[in-house]
């Protein structure tokens, strides 16, 4: 009952951001509660899903008649559950969200609310197709709601973030719930996994011409510039018909890999194809 009501809570306040009766209080506002240490938390993180990827223990199953592919051993949790981060400061949105909570929840009392959100962000993550996550905390005692995203390192009132849209919001992550150390992704579904020099990076697992079994699977780094939208594919290897394919765009991948992560990133890739 109690988070129910919280939700009612995060919901009206969420409404309130767009419109203050009282602008002149409003507009006074000082920074966001606990700005500088939150901050300070913020600062080291880096969305990258690479130094994950690249770990030895992190394997990649693919289930033909399901049509789905997995990675597993992502998450990683520690004696009190914890979610760890790889070199701690490397995560997705949702790892990264889960730390910066579990981090900041000892500074805050009964005046405020903090939940998970899930939210279109215009750069990378559009209407529609959006998976992106971060959080959301209200001041109960002004009703200021802020937006807290750790992967792009903002954190602000909401209505001064219209860049971004909330979709939907949540109590706690359904991983890290379950405690699952695995995701799953229908097959042509991508994980992001990098952003750098204004591009987000993709991993997928495609079918080749609507086939999608032993001899027919694609393993693709694809590339996405800000506001485009439109994938462009970095680094591609895979089976068409039995014969092993690869694809390098070496002049895009050079602006957003070093020559070390490049050749390690696609003896990775390479390892999970020949264990198909």
Known sequence: MKNGIHQIIFLLLIGLTAFCPHEGICDSVASPPFYDAIMKIIDPLEYSGVPVMLKPEVALNLDFDKGTWTLRNVHEYDSQ??????????????????????KIRPLLDDRYVIKFAMVT????????????????LVDKSNNQAYLIDPSFHKYAL????????????????????????????????????????????????TGVDGKFDRDNFIFVISAIRRYKFAGRDILVIGRRNKEFEDFEDKGMLTQLLTPQEIQVLFDKLKIWMEKV
């Open 81 to 102: 559950g914890n979610i760890i981060l790889e070199d701690g400061r490397y995560g997705l949105c949702a790892e990264l969200a889960t730390y910066l909570f579990e």
């Open 158 to 205: 909401l209505r001064d973030l219209p860049e971004y849209h909330v979709l939907n919001i949540q109590d706690t992550l359904s991983f890290v719930k379950d405690k699952s150390h695995d995701v799953f992704f229908g097959v042509d579904q991508a994980i992001p996994l990098y952003i750098k020099n204004d591009f987000l990076l993709n991993f997928s697992v």
């Open 121 to 136: 962000e215009s750069g990378f993550f559009s209407a529609g197709r959006s998976n992106h996550i971060v959080l959301l």
